[in-house]
């Protein structure tokens, strides 16, 4: 069983910019960060395979956010940029022992779950 801790959220002004992480106790494959907002269905935000070289990111976060990952650390990271109000919710991380998925942005890729970090954007 792999656990996962997210840490880096926080209230922030349009425009800011904010680095979430999420470290793993174990080795991971895909990994990707889902966000919730109030009264919305969870999406996917952004996901990448293990070696990082194959990445999916939500139309709404193209050119703002950025997925990473530190293999050695077992640590993935999202890096959020010219955050705006919309953007606000509770950002998850997930991830699965699969090396490489042909459906990034599906909930049900991921078999574990992080327990979520709120970010606030104010306008």
């Known amino acids: 069983q792999v656990q996962l801790v997210e840490s880096g959220g926080g209230l922030v002004q349009a425009g800011d910019s904010l680095r979430l992480s999420c470290a793993a106790s174990g080795r991971t494959g895909i990994m990707a960060w889902f966000r919730q907002a109030p009264g919305k269905e969870r999406e996917c935000v952004a996901a990448?395979?293990?070696?990082?070289?194959?990445?999916y990111s939500a139309d709404s976060v193209k050119g703002r956010f950025m997925i990473s990952r530190d293999n050695a650390k077992n640590t993935v990271y999202l890096q959020m940029n010219g955050l705006k109000p919309e953007d606000t919710a509770v950002y998850y991380c997930a991830a699965d022992s699969r090396a490489f998925s042909r459906s990034y942005y599906a909930e049900g890729q991921y078999d574990y779950w992080g327990q979520g970090t709120q970010v606030t954007v104010s306008s």
């Open positions: 990448l395979n293990w070696s990082g070289t194959n990445t």
